[in-house]
């Protein structure tokens, strides 16, 4: 049997995110309310109730920089809505800036900071990260299981070329089915792998380090960066599902991003990146009163 997106329509999910990475640490709590789309086919999953639990961010020693990065927070906090069809499929967003301007509101409460803020939006690139997030995390939940047909103790994996603006690049994706979950009955942990290496992968990135140098050079000309020289480099990403397989109604995701690569004469450097999601489906989906 496949793996088959059958969320109950309407449905109702609390959903706590964390985050840990050298560029961002942070807690948050909102509501996923799945309804109908009217008119027409399909669904959409919409964000509500939007909460910082904490920030989670360590406090820099006095006279060193905080290497949390902003633009990073706020991509994390926001979460227009997924626009899905009758099987699951994402197939637009709904509602992107309305999600930033909150994201920017539960963030920042001094008004000058939310217009320092607001500015990022009128950046096209910045809007493409704010769908690329929301789009990967449609992907790690539903996406990437949905219409599978995979076994306990079996894997699947598959090559696929990408395109790179600095160079052709091959993802190696695995899909592992790891069985039923002891601790959640009817759930089962499914994991999917993707990873980037090779002459391929180290070639794009030495060409990526080479034009960040060459702006690092134009500011000061007397930089590190002109000498160094990329060995090695690798990207690993790891999505942990916990699961109900004949819904895919998660109960818990976990993401894990990897970097590692190697400058002749220096040590590896190694960057590690967790994002879990929990979820809560005790609480019933508010009935909302009929239009007239």
């Given at each position: ?38 008119p027409g086919p399909g669904s959409e999953l919409r964000f509500e109730n939007l909460q910082q639990l904490d920030s989670d961010s360590p406090r820099s020693p006095p006279g060193v920089a905080s290497t949390e990065d902003p633009k990073a927070r ?78 306990p103790g079996q894997e699947q994996t598959k090559t696929t070329a990408l395109r790179h603006p600095n160079g052709p690049l091959e993802q190696r994706s695995t899909l592992r089915h790891q069985g039923a979950v002891a601790e959640t009955p009817g ?106």
């Open positions: 049997m496949a793996f088959k997106f059958a969320w109950p329509v309407p449905s109702h999910v609390s959903i706590t995110e964390r985050i840990d990475s050298g560029r961002e640490h942070a807690s948050l709590k909102y509501d996923g309310v799945l309804t109908a789309r009217k706020l991509t994390t906090f926001t979460k227009p809505g997924l626009v899905l069809s009758g099987t699951g499929a994402l197939t637009d967003l709904a509602g992107l800036e309305p999600a930033f301007e909150r994201a920017v509101t539960v963030l920042e409460t001094d008004p000058r900071a939310r217009e320092t803020q607001r500015a990022r939006w009128d950046n096209p690139l910045f809007q493409t990260v704010l769908r690329d997030r929301a789009e990967l995390t449609w992907t790690a939940w539903v996406g990437t299981w949905n219409g599978v047909r995979l076994a759930a089962v942990r499914l994991e999917w792998e993707t990873s980037l290496g090779g002459a391929s992968y180290r070639q794009v990135v030495a060409r990526t380090r080479e034009l960040r140098c060459s702006a690092a050079l134009a500011r000061n000309a007397s930089d590190p960066c002109a000498a160094e020289v990329l060995e090695s480099a690798s990207s690993v990403t790891t999505v942990e599902l916990i699961t109900e397989p004949n819904t895919l109604r998660p109960f818990s995701v976990r993401i894990v991003d990897t970097e590692a690569f190697t400058v002749k004469g220096q040590p590896p450097v190694i960057q590690r990146a967790e994002r879990t999601y929990a979820f809560d489906w005790t609480r019933k989906a508010k009935q909302r009163p009929p239009t007239r």
